[in-house]
């Protein structure tokens, strides 16, 4: 049974580009959670999303960041007209249930880099 | 607010030492607690869990207990290895989203 899946696993773009990172949520996970860990820091929430329905983006910055998990495919965390200060390492995780009591499982990683 | 704090790293051991990480949260009811660990250039793993009171989690020689009198989940080890180094996340799980502490780099010495 593969883990989450998430790619690129780096990333480099120039300012005022776009980035797009997926992630593939563990075989049998309907729920999928985007989290951003700045350098030397913890990791915090962005978005929790179901299939074809963001449940909570209450972490995720108002402009230039968006996110989907379409009826197929992977889930997409879009970062329009990237600046420096996007760089940092996007985790994302996914579980078979909304509940509190199941785990979440990470993904590798994408590590953007802004230059 | 939902938080939780743990003791500032880092950390250095000498292996076959005791190793304790304070973690203590801030919650409305009672959240489940968590501890993961991150190698260098990897993502996070779950080490161990608890869902509550009273239990205790437990995982390649770790342990924690939630304790809800203390409002606390302090990570343990009796003997670490140089294998354990690594950075330890404990988080609680509250409203479907994680929330972390900082994190607590851990170095082991041969």
């Known amino acids: 049974n593969a883990g989450v899946m998430q790619n690129p696993r780096h990333l480099v773009r120039r300012r005022g580009q776009e980035a797009r990172l997926r992630c593939s949520p563990m075989?049998?996970?309907?729920?999928v959670y985007w989290y951003r860990q700045l350098p030397e820091e913890g990791l915090k929430f962005m978005v929790y999303?179901?299939?074809?329905?963001?449940?909570?983006e209450s972490g995720m910055p108002k402009e230039r960041f968006s996110a989907e998990f379409p009826k197929e495919g992977p889930s997409i965390l879009r970062i329009q007209q990237v600046v420096r200060g996007d760089s940092a390492a996007y985790f994302c995780a996914s579980s078979p249930s909304g509940s509190e009591a199941y785990e979440q499982y990470f993904g590798p990683g994408t590590r953007l880099t802004v230059t | 607010g939902n938080s939780v704090t743990q003791m500032e790293g880092p950390v250095t051991l000498s292996e076959e030492a005791f190793l304790t990480i304070n973690c203590t949260y801030t919650?409305?009811?009672?959240?489940?607690l968590f501890w993961y660990v991150q190698y260098p250039g990897e993502g996070l793993q779950l080490l161990l869990k608890?869902?509550?009171?009273?239990d205790k989690g437990s995982n390649k020689g770790f342990e924690a207990t939630y304790r809800k009198e203390t409002t606390s989940f302090h990570l343990e080890k009796g003997s670490v290895q140089v294998s354990d180094s690594a950075v330890y996340f404990c988080a609680l799980n509250r409203d479907d989203k994680i929330i972390f502490g900082k994190g607590t780099r851990l170095h082991i010495l041969p």
């Open positions: 919650a409305t009811g009672y959240p489940s």
């Open positions: 608890a869902t509550k009171a009273d």
């Open positions: 075989k049998g996970h309907s729920h």
């Open positions: 999303l179901q299939k074809e329905n963001i449940i909570d």
